[in-house]
């Protein structure tokens, strides 16, 4: 096996001024553990002026490729902070998806068939260059984030009013109190650990071989996934594309297969050759996983809040793992940064747990019953699941019911913040969910799009004349003032009539429309959205 293709993304240790504190130092927000969640969650209160410590117990990222399929509204994030061109300039796009049965070609999709859109439907691209993106972009910004390697908690105890955290580091213990505690930890969690909590869910017994391969082929950049290949008979297989002509493929091998032999590197790259047909290739990195669906019963713990695989784990089977968890991230940025300033309602922080609890439901029944089509759990679902299949081949009632992982989307909240509609809309755009993009021109001429015009604090859109601020905390944006519709997909997308407005959150959630402005309106469902009855 070749050594992994990955940069070495180390980093050095330091001695900080908490170690030599006395008394101890408070801050307002620490965040445990320093991948895609927690350094998405640090850089967005980082954006919204709140300084913060982030923990991690390694001193480098770049241990395998790990996720690689980024959804669309996961690339808005990152593109809000600073590193979504970047990440999909380096990554591989694509939108379209085959599904096989055998050597026959069940049916094709299209993820985001109309245009309009700055960030595309998907990108793949290694977990390890997504990391190294957002970490850079975190020591960028010095004054905000402060970011400690090689510090790792080993004791948690909470007070009504905070936490205090013991952390070990190559210089011995030293302990720190926080306001607020984020658990970005991963789903092996020492955070969960140390406070007795445990996940309840479903554990799959079925073992899948994940390999990365280097090599040059012609493949189109599309997922393909396979039931019952030719090359791997009775099984599964997915073959997605990645930058530097790495290849990803997993093969389903069933539950009796045996570790020690599945991982070996001779027995993979013999599998590899199989469904390939040739040898050119090298072995990157290979894996060896069962999955599991399962969630804390609740996110929220006193001043202690989990995020990403810290709280909730899903199969991979759907990309909504890592997508999931950094949109728990943005979900909790504003909502910390409003608690922290004094501006929010009782109900705010627990509607985190509310609205992202909703969305890991959501990602488990879509994962599970992925996972049980996949791979069906007795010979009643099994003989069942080959009927639809074989009904496929020539019937289209049969393809919907087809199941090789409904992919990533961004989760449409049904929350008290929101204020219910008071008339019937039409367009692409729903209460609750991320606002759809759309290309604009801005009003110094240059060409873009929505969503970079309207990122950050609460935003009022307006179709036509621009309305007075309704707050002081709420900006204006005015179709024909500030930006102009180029396409007529603004008008089309929110069903934008003359005189209509939108409130947006801050995370860029739909909270409420109205046909017509209203001043005392607007004012009293953003106070709904910041979590006041």
């Known amino acids: 096996m070749s050594e992994p293709a990955e940069p070495a993304f180390q980093f050095a240790y330091r001695r900080c001024a908490d170690q030599d504190a006395c008394p101890r130092t408070r801050h307002q927000v620490v965040v445990v553990g320093a991948g895609p969640v927690g350094l998405t969650l640090a850089l967005d209160l980082a954006a919204q002026g709140v300084r913060v410590v982030l923990l991690d117990d390694s001193d480098r990222i770049g241990e395998g490729s790990r996720a690689i399929c980024f959804a669309k509204r996961t690339l808005e994030i990152f593109d809000r902070l600073g590193v979504g061109e970047g990440l999909v300039d380096k990554g591989v796009t694509w939108q379209r998806g085959r599904v096989f049965l055998g050597e026959g ?10 245009g309009g859109h700055k ?21 960028a910004l010095p004054d905000r984030i402060d970011l400690r390697w090689r510090n790792r908690v080993a004791g948690v105890a909470q007070a009504a009013d905070g936490v205090t955290l013991t952390i070990e580091t190559p210089d011995g213990p030293y302990r720190i109190d926080a306001d607020w505690v984020v658990a970005c930890d991963g789903s092996r969690s020492p955070m969960r650990g140390f406070m007795g909590l445990d996940f309840a869910g479903e554990v799959f017994d079925d073992r899948f071989l994940i390999a990365d391969v280097k090599m040059t082929a012609a493949f189109p950049t599309e997922r393909w996934f396979w039931f019952q290949p030719p090359f791997h008979s009775g099984q599964s297989a997915l073959l997605h594309k990645q930058p530097d002509d790495v290849w990803r493929i997993d093969l389903q091998l069933g539950r009796d297969a045996d570790v020690e032999t599945e991982r070996r590197p001779d027995h993979v790259a013999e599998r590899i050759r199989r469904m390939l047909g040739h040898d050119d290739f090298t072995l990157e990195w290979v894996s060896i996983y069962t999955f599991q669906c399962r969630r804390l019963e609740r ?14 784990q899903v199969s991979p089977f759907g990309a909504r793992g890592a997508n999931s968890g950094v949109q728990d991230a943005e979900n909790l940025a504003w909502k910390l940064k409003a608690v922290l300033a004094g501006e929010a309602g009782p109900g705010l922080i627990a509607s985190y747990d509310a609205e992202r609890g909703a969305a890991a439901d959501e990602n488990i029944l879509n994962s599970t019953r ?5 791979a069906p759990p007795g010979p009643g679902e099994k003989r069942l699941r080959d009927a639809v299949l074989e009904l496929a081949r020539g019937t289209a009632f049969a393809k919907r019911l087809v199941n090789s992982g409904r992919l990533s989307t961004a989760t449409t909240y049904d929350t008290p913040l929101s204020t219910p509609d008071d008339t019937v809309w039409g367009g692409a755009a729903r209460l609750g969910a991320p606002v759809p993009d759309a290309p604009v021109t801005l009003a110094d001429g240059r060409a873009g799009f929505l969503s970079e015009c309207a990122a950050g604090g609460f935003v009022l859109l307006a179709a036509g004349d621009r309305p007075p601020p309704p707050a002081p905390d709420i900006r204006v944006l005015a179709c024909g003032t500030d930006f102009n519709d180029v396409e007529g997909l603004f008008a089309s997308r929110f069903d934008a009539t003359p005189g209509a407005v939108y409130l947006l959150r801050p995370d860029g959630h739909l909270t409420a429309r109205w046909r017509h402005f209203d001043a005392g309106a607007v004012r009293a469902a953003r106070r709904r959205a910041l979590g006041f009855s």
């Open 370 to 374: 992925a996972t049980d089509f996949i």
């Open 119 to 139: 960030m595309p439907a998907f990108i793949n691209i290694q977990q390890y260059y997504v990391e190294a993106a957002l970490a850079a972009r975190a020591r």
């Open 299 to 312: 996110f929220v713990h006193g001043r202690v809040i989990f995020a990403g695989d810290s709280a909730h």
């Open 105 to 114: 070609e069940l049916y094709g999709f299209d993820l985001l068939p109309e």
